[in-house]
């Protein structure tokens, strides 16, 4: 949960003359209110994350930005996970334009996908998060990836990592509902008995975090629906790369890995 003391501002910059951020900075300290972070987000924006008990201060500061004529204020509000990483990484994580739960990386940007879904791991209570990706494009290494930045025990449910794995049951240290829960969308729906499926309904049904990889075929397979989904996370080798939904294709690419 975000503390409900910081603050995001973002503002585009018309005209980047000398001094422009002094300004800022100085009619911020006027008001009281401390700049925790900033960096340049993407093309002639910049983004920061304040610290301000007084929100009344706050929107006093964005009145008066409004009236500065070489920038203009484009978001002030507490911020959201996306903002801390926009910040934090000077760019956007690109979301779908119809299916805001979308969220695309490239695998240049691990560094990025791995501190987004490690802030998604550190929340506590129920949360399922689909991962889309061809196989050797880094899924299931930015899971764990995650999960060490979130301070999380991952736990394999189903996978293909080492050999194909599917478990039928966990010991209670690996039940833990604090854990990250890793499924193979694939191995627990086409290649799994009786027994695996009924773990994995235990483990879906708990508080817990579930990472479903390729989550097309496993709603497609399985009595679930896209609703099971609170976010899903696409990883390409570049941005044109088309996520191939062919049962066989998968299988075929991640045979040729072991």
Request: proline share 3%; aromatic share 6%.
């Amino acid at each position: 949960m975000m503390d409900d003391k910081q603050w995001y501002m973002e503002y585009r910059i018309h005209k980047n003359r000398p001094g422009l951020l002094g300004d800022i900075a100085s009619l911020m300290g006027m008001l009281g209110i401390n700049i925790l972070t900033i960096n340049g987000v993407e093309d002639k924006t910049r983004g920061m994350l304040l610290e301000c008990a007084d929100a009344n201060k706050v929107e006093l500061l964005g009145q008066m930005l409004s009236k500065v004529e070489n920038i203009t204020v484009t978001a002030l509000r507490h911020p959201r996970l996306l903002d801390v990483l926009a910040v934090r990484h000077g760019r956007y994580i690109e979301r779908d334009s119809d299916d805001r739960k979308t969220f695309r990386f490239v695998r240049d940007e691990l560094g990025l996908l791995v501190d987004f879904l490690g802030e998604l791991f550190k929340r506590e209570g129920h949360q399922v998060i689909g991962l889309r990706g061809m196989p050797r494009v880094g899924k299931t290494e930015s899971i764990i990836a995650g999960s060490v930045s979130a301070n999380k025990r991952w736990v394999f449910i189903s996978s293909t990592l080492m050999r194909q794995t599917a478990r039928t049951n966990l010991t209670e240290e690996e039940a833990d509902p604090h854990n990250v829960f890793i499924i193979d969308g694939i191995i627990s729906t086409l290649r799994a008995n009786e027994k695996h499926y009924n773990l994995l309904k235990t483990v879906l049904e708990q508080p817990s975090t579930k990472v479903i990889e390729h989550p097309d075929i496993f709603v497609r397979e399985s009595e679930y629906s896209y609703d099971l989904f609170d976010s899903i996370v696409e990883l390409r080798h570049t941005p044109d790369e088309e996520i191939v939904m062919d049962l066989d294709a998968l299988s075929s690419q991640a045979e040729d890995e072991f």
